[in-house]
């Protein structure tokens, strides 16, 4: 049962009669004094809680109970961070209530990142919950302390968090504690940012330890400077994740000087090295245009998102007929509609999903080439 489930029109008409705010006063009441209080609804699985202020926010410890699998706690009240001390106020009651969760999501309002209590609290919180399977903080700057806690979740299997570190070594350091405490990750989204200028990126010896975790299916990595590869270490991303379907390798670049991907490197995440690679999202490096055709050589792909690459001089229609020789007539290209690299790269809503700038003569351009083929 979930409180989604907006066809059970029985189970509304009751929430909304008991969330009346005299009935959240009686329900505080036997709270308090009621040594074997019983949630009114005690059979829920699933709870998105979209509070508004501290009595709603404080009021999720009524609802909760020992059947609920799936938690998300969203507070609406302002752009200012979440009140710490409610949310560790929260946090502490609710987990002495004999959950079992499976999916903890905590969207929060962006928080400080000397924010010692909050990070105390949700430490706390996930070893009280060793079921944990999906642990998501997409607005959350994880301490290290978190990644201690993750250790004892065995069946850890997806984690989204934001990474802040002033060194490589902290990060290198982060990344690979992460990949030992969860080997069984199926799904890693890390958003890593320093500060404003971004003077550290991503290597590839920083994402090196995650190899361990064989069973990767979606690994995304953002941050506001390109991620270096070359052909070797693309292949041995392939070769470590072998079921990877989407890959997403800091393709949002704050400065479009910065050098990426070079276009002919490409053709490296093709089916021999990817075979079950669908959703790639990469920064290209645009100034060599290859004058020979693409061979489809990425027809496994479904998706492709240049990120904030810049086309420059780049003639557009010539590079949207080698783009074009390259993919499946089906596929979807997508850059950035904004530099924000903590966006989720795929989502509509989140990222970029309309094309922008020279980038739709582009596509158009990988149209005529598809119709060329077709032709032939």
């Not at 020789?325 to 924000?340: D, G, M, Q, Y």
Request: charge should be negative.
């Amino acid at each position: 049962m979930s409180l989604d489930d907006t066809e059970n029109h029985e189970l509304w008409s009751r929430f909304r009669a008991y969330s009346h705010r005299n009935y959240l006063e009686s329900l505080k009441k036997a709270y308090s004094t009621e040594t074997a209080f019983e949630p009114p609804f005690s059979l829920i699985q699933e709870i998105v809680w979209e509070s508004n202020g501290v009595a709603d926010t404080l009021a999720l410890r009524f609802f909760v109970s020992p059947s609920l699998r799936k938690l998300s706690i969203r507070p609406t009240t302002s752009n200012s961070p979440m009140d710490s001390n409610l949310l560790s106020q929260l946090l502490s009651s609710i987990s002495n209530q004999n959950l079992h969760l499976t999916t903890f999501n905590l969207d929060t309002k962006w928080t400080d990142l000397e924010d010692e209590k909050l990070g105390d609290a949700l430490v706390s919180f996930i070893r009280s919950q060793p079921a944990l399977e999906e642990v998501l903080f997409p607005k959350f700057y994880v301490q290290h302390s978190i990644i201690s806690a993750l250790a004892g979740l065995h069946r850890l299997s997806k984690f989204h968090g934001v990474l802040h570190f002033d060194t490589s070594q902290e990060v290198d350091r982060f990344i690979a504690d992460l990949a030992g405490a969860c080997p069984a990750l199926r799904n890693l989204v890390l958003y890593v940012t320093n500060d404003s200028t971004e003077r550290h990126s991503i290597r590839f010896e920083s994402i090196s330890p995650l190899f361990s975790c064989r069973s990767l299916v979606e690994f995304q990595i953002l941050h506001g400077r390109p991620l270096q590869l070359g052909a070797h270490q693309i292949h041995a991303i392939g070769q470590a994740w072998p079921s990877i379907a989407t890959l997403s390798l800091c393709p949002n670049v704050i400065r479009s000087n910065e050098l990426g991907l070079p276009l002919l490197d490409l053709v490296n995440f093709g089916p021999r090295s990817f075979p079950n690679l669908q959703r790639l999202a990469v920064f290209l490096d645009l100034s060599l245009l290859p004058d020979t055709h693409g061979g489809m050589a990425l027809s496994q792909l479904k998706t492709l998102c240049v990120g904030t690459t810049s086309i420059g001089s780049t003639d557009p229609q010539r590079l949207g007929e080698y783009l074009g020789s390259l993919c499946s007539p089906s596929i979807r290209l997508c850059n950035a509609t904004e530099v924000h690299y903590r966006k989720f790269v795929f989502d509509e809503g989140g990222g970029p999903y309309d094309l922008v700038d020279r980038w739709v003569f582009v596509s158009r351009g990988m149209e005529e080439q598809r119709h060329h083929l077709d032709e032939e």
